[in-house]
């Protein structure tokens, strides 16, 4: 099944029948990726009036509640409203949900004693490319990205003139592979984030930064039509499933 999309006067055709989902889901089955030093997500049946709400128990239906972090147990999308005094929710200042992305590739460079995604491995990636968002896929791509457990790890992150570069280049929407932009212990700074949303100047509300994605070594670098799906939540982050499709001309 296709589709073709008016894209700034530019006609694009995808094939919505082959989506590339790159949202790592909460699965209790097994162990759920984890940072940011909280326990693990939970799913379990409601109890009314002594019963459990569970067809296995013998009620009529599955009832369950779930305990979770966005920021620590999901595939989430956030606003700036992850680092301002003043609450801004995601699902208020993300009014449009398809983009034009560019799926890039990066081996971190060891820097300071931190592995880190710098401003030149971007610029060689996105050279003259105009695009709405840029997914990130870092090296090593394994599976256990899917469960990594990362507090207290350091893990790869996003220098800051790296995020601005971003931001000067008219990229709305970030998605990375990693738990965060920032550094893992930067002393509240969060100079990637603040950088990216441009907080000391003219903030950008219509920005986001989703994290915890996970980009198949099977999915090429290139040029990908992007569905940000996010839950409603009034919140400043959300659970969300980014879904790429393959350009086809």
Same mark, same amino acid.
């Given at each position: 099944?296709?589709?073709?999309?008016?894209?700034?006067?530019?006609?694009?055709?995808?094939?919505?029948?082959?989506?590339?989902?790159?949202?790592?889901?909460?699965?209790?089955?097994?162990?759920?990726?984890?940072a940011w030093y909280v326990g693990e997500p939970k799913i379990f049946p409601e109890?009314?009036?002594?019963?459990?709400?569970?067809?296995?128990?013998?009620a009529v239906v599955n009832f369950n509640n779930i305990h979770f972090n966005p920021?620590?147990?999901?595939?989430?999308?956030?606003?700036?409203?992850?680092?301002?005094?003043?609450?801004?929710?995601?699902?208020?200042?993300?009014?449009?949900?398809?983009?034009?992305?560019?799926?890039?590739?990066?081996?971190?460079?060891?820097?300071?004693?931190?592995?880190?995604?710098?401003?030149?491995?971007?610029?060689?990636?996105?050279?003259?490319?105009?695009?709405?968002?840029?997914? +990130? /896929?870092?090296?090593?791509?394994?599976? =256990?990205?899917?469960?990594?457990?990362? *507090?207290?790890?350091?893990?790869? @992150? %996003?220098?800051?003139?790296?995020?601005?570069?971003?931001?000067?280049?008219?990229?709305?929407?970030?998605?990375?592979?990693?738990?965060?932009?920032?550094?893992?212990?930067?002393?509240?700074?969060?100079?990637?984030?603040?950088?990216?949303?441009?907080?000391?100047?003219? +903030? /950008?509300?219509?920005?986001?930064?989703? =994290?915890?994605?996970?980009?198949?070594? *099977?999915?090429?670098?290139?040029? @990908? %039509?992007?569905?940000?799906?996010?839950?409603?939540?009034?919140?400043?982050?959300?659970?969300?499933?980014?879904?790429?499709?393959?350009?086809?001309?």
């Amino acid at each position: 099944m296709k589709a073709t999309i008016e894209y700034n006067s530019r006609k694009i055709e995808v094939n919505i029948s082959n989506p590339i989902d790159i949202s790592i889901p909460i699965d209790v089955s097994r162990k759920n990726v984890n940072a940011w030093y909280v326990g693990e997500p939970k799913i379990f049946p409601e109890v009314i009036d002594g019963e459990v709400v569970k067809v296995s128990e013998g009620a009529v239906v599955n009832f369950n509640n779930i305990h979770f972090n966005p920021h620590s147990h999901i595939t989430h999308t956030e606003c700036v409203g992850h680092i301002t005094k003043k609450v801004h929710s995601i699902n208020k200042n993300l009014k449009y949900f398809i983009f034009l992305a560019e799926v890039v590739t990066i081996a971190p460079l060891f820097h300071n004693g931190d592995f880190i995604i710098g401003v030149k491995q971007l610029k060689t990636a996105l050279r003259n490319k105009k695009r709405d968002a840029i997914v +990130i /896929r870092t090296l090593p791509n394994l599976e =256990e990205k899917k469960s990594m457990q990362y *507090s207290n790890t350091n893990p790869t @992150y %996003l220098s800051e003139k790296a995020a601005i570069y971003l931001r000067e280049k008219g990229i709305k929407h970030l998605l990375i592979d990693l738990p965060s932009v920032d550094k893992e212990k930067d002393d509240g700074n969060l100079l990637s984030h603040n950088a990216f949303w441009n907080t000391a100047g003219e +903030i /950008r509300m219509d920005a986001t930064i989703t =994290e915890f994605i996970y980009v198949p070594n *099977s999915v090429e670098d290139g040029e @990908y %039509l992007l569905n940000l799906m996010i839950a409603p939540f009034e919140n400043d982050a959300t659970p969300s499933k980014p879904v790429l499709y393959e350009i086809i001309k």
